[in-house]
């Protein structure tokens, strides 16, 4: 079903490039938070340490980087993205930060509205792939899902060779229970993590991030040049790092 909407939304998304006003290519990166699940250190499966201990994530900034394709229709934009991006947290066990990462590679398609110059709201769906999820000191292999299609919800500020953009993502597909083994004596010179058995609890992911981009290339020099004007060449197309 996630295939579909996504092909769907492709297809759908290539119609409107095709009779497209305005065309601008660019590339864009940025931070970002990630929102994940609690652990649950099981009580006395480790004497000497508290009975049924809670640890919360410590939230770490994670990053993404990649390109865009954006067109518009007069104050309609719609927007499609390729991004790389590596979440990132900390538990802090009694004896030593075990480190939660993870690496995706994304495609956002977004449809937004611009208000008024240069702020444009918008919401999309973001087709994820997560190539790894890492949790340090893990002793049993960690199951996740690898693909998910998620809502996002944003706003893009857009000031014609460049801009910002802050959105929200919240994954459709909860990440289930694992009964998880941690390391708790010490290897290579390292301590344990002071807990042994725990529980991973269910969480759905969320990601906030911060982006801003570079438009490299674009058909609309009225946009472009409003900003920085003198800039451009050519009756058709303008790129702002010609000569």
């Not at 009779?19 to 938070?33: A, P, R, W």
């Not at 953009?165 to 083994?181: G, I, K, Q």
């Not at 708790?184 to 993590?193: A, D, E, H, L, V």
Request: negative net charge; hydrophobic residues 35%; charged residues 20%.
């Amino acid at each position: 079903m996630n295939k579909l909407k996504l092909l769907l939304a492709l297809c759908l998304f290539s119609t409107i490039f095709c009779n497209s006003q305005e065309l601008t290519i660019g590339i864009k990166g940025g931070v970002n938070y990630s929102f994940i699940g609690d652990i649950n250190s099981r009580g006395g499966s480790l004497s000497g340490f508290p009975v049924d201990e809670v640890f919360t994530p410590n939230k770490e900034l994670g990053t993404q980087f990649g390109g865009l394709v954006m067109v518009r229709f007069g104050s309609l934009m719609l927007r499609g993205e390729i991004l790389f991006s590596k979440q990132k947290n900390y538990y802090e066990f009694p004896s030593r930060n075990s480190y939660w990462n993870s690496s995706r590679t994304e495609i956002p398609l977004i449809i937004g509205y611009e208000v008024f110059k240069p702020f444009s709201p918008y919401v999309g769906i973001n087709a994820t792939s997560t190539s790894k999820l890492t949790i340090d000191g893990l002793e049993n292999d960690l199951t996740y899902d690898k693909r998910d299609l998620n809502p996002i919800i944003g706003l893009l500020v857009d000031f014609g060779r460049f801009g910002v953009d802050v959105r929200y993502e919240l994954s459709t597909t909860e990440e289930p229970y694992f009964d998880a083994n941690f390391v708790n004596n010490s290897t290579q010179g390292q301590p344990g993590y002071g807990i042994n058995s725990a529980d991973i609890y269910p969480y759905k992911l969320g990601v906030l991030s911060l982006s801003a981009h570079i438009n490299l290339f674009t058909t609309d020099k009225d946009r472009m040049g409003s900003f920085f004007g003198g800039l451009f060449k050519g009756d058709k197309c303008y790129c702002p790092y010609d000569n």
